[in-house]
């Protein structure tokens, strides 16, 4: 069973920077669309960035287009979320899943909390 783990979060100022990183170990990425999901304090998780395998495709949430930025390295089974810009309202811990979802593979997430 694929479980994916999450890093890279931490405290930033507002108008800061941090890079996630979503990795499933010992599971090769060959689902076609990936995904970050964020779960902001005592709010529902939801959908924040996808990107494609194959294709040069990505989508964003309105709230964070512009700022961020998600890739991923399939040889290295690694995704990635750059984030630039942040706002106290990205405060959320941040969750990598495929799209849609799995339930049995969400990992543990990781705390993006940023300071206003």
């Known amino acids: 069973q694929r479980q994916f783990v999450e890093s890279g979060g931490g405290l930033v100022q507002a108008g800061g920077s941090l890079r996630l990183t979503c990795s499933a170990p010992?599971?090769?990425?060959?689902?076609?669309?990936m995904a970050w999901y964020r779960q902001p304090p005592g709010k529902e998780r939801g959908l924040v960035a996808r990107?494609?395998?194959?294709?040069?495709?990505?989508w964003y949430t309105e709230s964070v287009k512009g700022r961020f930025t998600i890739s991923r390295d399939n040889a290295k089974n690694t995704m990635y979320l750059q984030m630039n810009s942040l706002k106290p309202e990205d405060t959320a811990v941040y969750f990598c899943?495929?799209?849609?979802?799995?339930?049995?593979?969400w990992g543990q997430g990781t705390q993006v909390t940023v300071s206003s």
């Open positions: 899943n495929q799209y849609p979802y799995a339930q049995d593979s």
């Open positions: 990107i494609r395998t194959t294709l040069d495709w990505t």
């Open positions: 010992g599971s090769a990425f060959d689902m076609n669309v």
